[in-house]
C-alpha cells in the first residue's frame, strides 16, 4: 500500500468518525427538541408546576437554576480567581504546588453524585445548613472551583511573557503588573471559561439532589425580602432545580402530562446550556477583536 | 574619563547546571551607547536581562557576582528591584506595548508612581512621545488602541513608554530586529539621539548596526566577553581572530 492510499484511507476514516459523532450529535440535540419545544409557552416557563393535575409549570424551578448559578458563580469566582493567581504567579513550583495542582485535579473529576453524598453530610447536615441553595452552591463550588482555578491559571499563562516583564520593568509591582496589565490581557480566555462553566452548573442535577434538595417551598414572587421564609431570594430555602425537577417528574411524576413536561424541561434546560456555550464563543471573539484589531 | 553609568563585575548567570554568562566584568558608560554583538545563543540576552534583574523571573536562573549602579550592587537580595527596575529601561526584540491606548502606554508608569496630576500627565506623554519621533504621527489619535501602530511605531512607543518614568539606562535586546529598515532606520536615529541623556547598552546581532550607533562594542561567545573595546577598533583593528572572523561573517 503506498502512501497515497494510507493517507486517502485515513482521511476517509477520520471523515466518517466525525460524521458519526456529529449525527449523533445532532440525532440527540433533534429528538430532545423537536420533543420538547412545542410545549414551551411563556406559560409554561413562568407557572409553578402542577402534581396531579395536567398544565402545570417550571417557573421556580427555572429561576431556582439562576439563581442557584448565580450564588455559586459569587462563592467561585473570587476564590478560584485568587487561587490561580496564586498558583500561577505566586506559588513556587515544586512539590507542594504539584501536590495542590493534583488535588485540584482530582476534585474537578469527582463523580458529581460523590460529591452530593459529601454534601449531605457536611454542608447539609454537619454544618447545618440544611437543604437549601447555599447547601447547593456550595457543593456545585467542590467541582466548580477546581475549573476556575484552572481557567484562570490558563488565561494568564496565555498573558505574552514580554507583557508581564514590561510591566515589571517600568518598576511596577507584581501585584500590579498582574492587575492592571495581565489580567485585563487574560480576561476573555476567564471569561469564556467561566461562561462553560457556569452552563455546566446549570444542567448539574446528582450534586443537588441531596444539598440543594428536591423540592420548592410556595414561592411568593411578591416578597424579595431575602430574609422571609417564602422570598425566592432567600438563599436558605430548599430549591429544586430544572435539572433535578427533570429528574423527578420523569421517575415519580403523577400528573397525566409528565412526559411532555419532562421534554419540555429537557428542552429549556439545552437551550440554556447551548446559549451558554453560544455566548461563551461570541463574547471571546467579541473581546479578542476588540483587544487586538485596529479599532 | 567618562562617568560610569553601570558596571558589571565578574557576573555569572547559571540555568541550572549550565552556565550561560561566565565571568563578565564590563563597564558601560553613561551617555553612550554600547553593543553586545556575537553568535546566537552565546548570553547577549542573558547577560542584558540580569542587569535589571529580570532573570529573577526565571525559575532556576542563577546570577552571581555584582553590578554597580551609583556606587550600590544591586544584585544583592536587599535590593529593592522594583524601585531598581524604574530607573533602568528595557525594550524587547518584538515591541510589547500594552493593550491600552497610546495615551495610557505612556501615563501607566507615571501615574503609579505618583503623578496624578492630568496636565502634569498630559506633559509627559507629549514629551516622551516627541523624544521618541512619534508625536507627529499619533498626537491625532492619543486614545486608539497602541494595537492598531505599524510594527515600527510600537516599538518607538515601547521607548517612549520607557523614558516616561526617567530611567538613567535603556537596555535594548535587538530592538531593531523585527522590523522594516525604514523602521530600523528610524529606530537607529533615536537611539543616537537618546545617548545625549542616558546609558545604552544594546544587543544587536547586526554589524553594521553596532558599528553605525555604537561607541564601545563587547564581543561575546560561548557565556564570555572575547573583546571589548572601542567599536571603531573593534571593527577595523580587532585583537582576536575570532572577534575578526565574527565581523567578517565567517561564523555566526
Ligand atoms: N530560560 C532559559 N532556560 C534555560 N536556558 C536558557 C534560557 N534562556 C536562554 N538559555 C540558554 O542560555 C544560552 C544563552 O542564551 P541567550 O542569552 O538567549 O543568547 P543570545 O541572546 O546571545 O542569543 C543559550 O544556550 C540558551 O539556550
Ligand atoms: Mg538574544
Redesign the pocket.
Known sequence: MNAKTADKIATALIVTIAAIIILILAGLLGYILIRGVGHISFDFLTSPPETIRAGGGIGPQLFNSLFLLVLTMIITIPLGLGAGIYMSEYAKPGRGTDFIRLVVEVLSSFPSIVVGLFGLLVIVNLFGFGFSLFSGALALTVFNLPLMVRITEQGLKSVPREQKEAGLALGLSKWKTIRSIMLPIAIPVILTGTILAAGRVFGEAAALLFTAGMSSPRLDFSDWNPLSPFSPLNPFRPAETLAVHIWKINSEGLAPDAPEIAAGASAVLIITVLLFNMIARWFGRYVHRKFTATK | MQDIGLSAHKLSVH??E?A?VKNVSLDFADRQVTALI?P????????LRSLNRMNDL?P??RVTGDIWIGGENINSPQTDVVLLRQKIGMVWQRPNPFHKSIYENIAFGPRYHGIRDKKKLDEIVEQSLRRAALWEETKDRLHNSALALSGGQQQRLCIARSIAVKPSIILMDEPASALDPVSTAKIEELIAELKQDYCIVI?THNMYQAARISQKTAF?ML?EVEEYDDTDKIFTNPQKISTSDYITGRFG
Open positions: 540555568y541550572g549550565k550561560a556575537g546566537s545563543g552565546c548570553g547577549k540576552s542573558t547577560f526565571i532556576g536562573a544587543v561575546f557565556g
